[in-house]
């Protein structure tokens, strides 16, 4: 396999936040991103823009709300899946494809506020899904890595403090025992593989100046399987992106493997 960088980005707009996201593909030249919380219908997805910079793009919208896309630098993604199995689902969520050699599961976990309640139960619920399919993607002999929003702080490690967030569903036992179900299936959380012991952030709200004060979470992703996972040269965030003007909340997450 090539040296390839996968990113994965929470736009939180893509209409909103084009600008940002064309200057930091040009900056970058990821080769596979994922994209999550378009918040637009296919209809109005910038494919042009996006292939005027070199990338092939599979998007799967919804208007207003939700929303995932995987670019890849180069070539067209073949898509595998749209949506997770066992879902009939509205919520536009989940998108596979085989990307330069490697299947990419992209996901925007729910946001599961307020907790408790059908927020909350529709979260747990599509977890669960999520982790079904994520077993059948440990008995591939694919390289697979699922990038993307989770909607999960996994240990505390993960947050510059949980005391304001300890009702918030980001931080509940519940969320957190079913990341912990997808590690302990193989999958190797890139970040923390490499970075046991330093506090990596890739989420600052907008409030009480939280990107300032680097006041973040660590809610955003990249799993690989066991045949990807000894690949893994390098990973990082570019938090460079959540201070230019008009930025999304999250910054883009990525990763090299080869």
């Not at 793009?57 to 207003?64: F, P, Y």
């Not at 009702?167 to 036992?173: C, E, M, R, V």
């Not at 519940?174 to 299936?185: G, N, P």
């Amino acid at each position: 396999m090539k040296a390839l960088k996968i990113a994965t980005f929470n736009i939180n707009g893509l209409r909103a936040r084009l600008p940002n996201l064309l200057d930091w593909l040009q900056r970058e030249r990821p080769h596979v991103v994922c994209l999550q919380e378009l918040k637009a219908p296919d209809a109005s997805f910038p494919a042009t823009a996006f292939e005027a910079l070199g990338y092939g793009t599979l998007h799967h919208g919804q208007a207003s709300w939700n929303g995932v896309a995987i670019l890849a630098l180069d070539a067209e993604p073949l898509e595998s899946r749209r949506g997770l199995p066992g879902i009939d689902d509205s919520q536009s969520r989940y998108l596979e494809a085989a990307v330069h050699g490697v299947l990419v599961g992209c996901l925007y976990l729910p946001n599961g506020n307020p907790q408790p309640g059908p927020k909350f139960d529709y979260k747990l619920a599509w977890f669960e899904r999520l982790i079904a399919h994520a077993a059948g993607l440990q008995a591939s002999e694919l390289p697979v890595v699922l990038a993307g929003d989770y909607n999960v702080v996994p240990t505390d490690f993960d947050i510059y403090n949980p005391r304001s967030w300890l009702k918030d569903a980001l931080l509940q036992p519940e969320s957190r025992a079913c990341y912990q179900r997808l590690l302990d299936q193989g999958w190797t959380d890139a970040i923390r593989h490499l970075y046991p012991n330093e506090r990596v952030f890739t989420f600052w709200d907008y409030f009480r100046q939280h990107w300032q004060k680097n006041s973040g979470l660590r809610i955003d992703h990249l799993l690989l399987n066991p045949i990807l996972a000894p690949r893994l040269k390098d990973a990082g965030v570019h938090a460079w992106v959540r201070n230019e003007p008009h930025a999304s909340d999250h910054a883009p997450v990525w990763i090299e493997v080869g």
